[in-house]
């Protein structure tokens, strides 16, 4: 099993983070192997920026995604980097919310309401861990309880409201991937 995942956006969104923290629920938690790079501007806010994260169970030779198998976008940018421009059989996640998808790619691009989906959950922030959450369980790349254990050490010095927020958006987005998953299948 080795699964290649791009998230990308734009600074500011915790693309790293989401990256960082699936890379670490693979390795710590779900003892697999897994790699992690990053792109993004010197600004802290506003250009483009993006994780490649590879998981497997096998030793990984090279740590950049050339054959992803999910690319998620949660900004413009990022969809008019990747729309189109990924290899047959990638499926292509956007934020809905956030960025008009091409009509003629709907079969190969899903839209998502991620920012939606974040602010019910109380914080437009958590869009990340939504996302770290539809990432596990879509492509069964980690286990929830991994994908839990990984956010709960993160958030766990700003205290327990903060953990317990972000652990229902990685719930509600390991829903929502699992869903995605069931219909992808179907």
Known sequence: MKKEIIISGVGGQGLILCGTLLGEAAVIHDKKYATLSSEYGVETRGTFAKSDVIISDREIYFPDATQP?????LAQAA????????????????NADEITGDPARAGCE????????ARA?????????ITLGIIAGMTDTVTLAGAKDAVEEFFSPKGQKIVQMNLGAL?????TGMQLRRAASA
């Open 171 to 175: 719930e509600l987005g390991y829903q």
């Open 121 to 129: 959950q109380g914080a437009a922030a958590t869009i990340n861990i």
């Open 79 to 94: 969809y008019a980097r990747y729309s189109g421009a990924v290899p047959k059989g990638t499926l292509l996640l956007y």
């Open 110 to 117: 899903w839209g998502l309401s991620l920012t939606s989906m």
């Open 69 to 73: 198998n999910l690319v998620v976008c």
